[in-house]
C-alpha cells in the first residue's frame, strides 16, 4: 500500500506539535510539584490555566488510575507521559504501510479521542478552567483521528484494487 506523502508530513508535524505541547504539560506539572510559586507561560489569569489543570488530581492517570490501582501504581502517571507515548506510536506505526498499523493507528486514535472528551469534561465542567496547551492536545487528536481513517480509506481502496486485478486474472 503507498501512503501519499501528505499524509507522512501532516503526521510527522502533529505529532511533533503534540509531543513539543506533552513534553511542555510535563516540564509545567514537574516545576509546579517542585516549586508552588513557579508560573508557567500557559497560566494567564485564574480562569485560564494550565498549572492548575495539570497538577490537579485528573492530571495523573486521567484521575481515576489512583482510585482503581493506588497512588504508587506504575500506571498512575502524569497524562503528558501518556500523551508522548502516544504521539511516538503514531509516528512509529505512521511509517508502516501494513494493514495491522493502520488499524492500531485508527484504534488508539479512538482511544485518544475518549480520553480527549473525558479530560475536556472535567476541564470545563469540573475544573471551571479553559487551558490552553490541552484544547491543542485535543485538536491535534482529532486531527490525527482524521488522518488515521484516512489511511483505513487507502488501505482498502488498495485491496480493493488487488481484490479486482486477481479476480481478472
Not at 500500500?1 to 505529532?15: D, F, I, K, S, T
Not at 484504534?107 to 475544573?127: D, H, K, R, T, W
Request: with cysteine; net charge positive; glycine share 8%.
Amino acid at each position: 500500500m503507498a501512503v501519499p506523502g501528505w499524509e507522512r508530513g501532516a503526521r510527522l508535524l502533529l505529532c511533533a506539535l503534540g509531543l513539543a505541547l506533552s513534553v511542555y504539560a510535563f516540564h509545567v506539572e514537574t516545576s509546579k510539584e517542585r516549586d508552588a510559586s513557579y508560573r508557567a507561560a500557559c497560566d494567564i489569569n485564574s480562569a485560564v490555566s494550565c498549572s492548575r489543570v495539570f497538577t490537579s488530581r485528573w492530571g495523573c492517570g486521567f484521575g481515576l488510575v489512583a482510585g482503581l490501582l493506588g497512588p504508587h501504581s506504575v500506571f498512575n502517571q502524569p497524562n503528558s507521559i501518556f500523551g508522548i507515548a502516544f504521539y511516538i506510536l503514531q509516528i512509529f506505526l505512521g511509517f508502516s504501510s501494513s494493514g495491522l498499523a493502520a488499524i492500531t493507528l485508527l484504534g488508539s486514535s479512538m482511544v485518544s479521542i475518549v480520553g480527549s472528551l473525558y479530560l475536556a469534561y472535567i476541564l470545563f465542567s469540573v475544573l471551571h478552567d479553559f487551558c490552553v496547551v490541552c484544547v491543542s492536545t485535543y485538536v491535534l487528536n482529532f486531527a490525527l483521528l482524521f488522518l488515521n481513517y484516512k489511511r483505513l480509506g487507502y488501505l482498502n481502496q488498495f485491496w480493493q484494487r488487488r481484490t479486482t486485478k486477481a479476480k481478472q486474472k
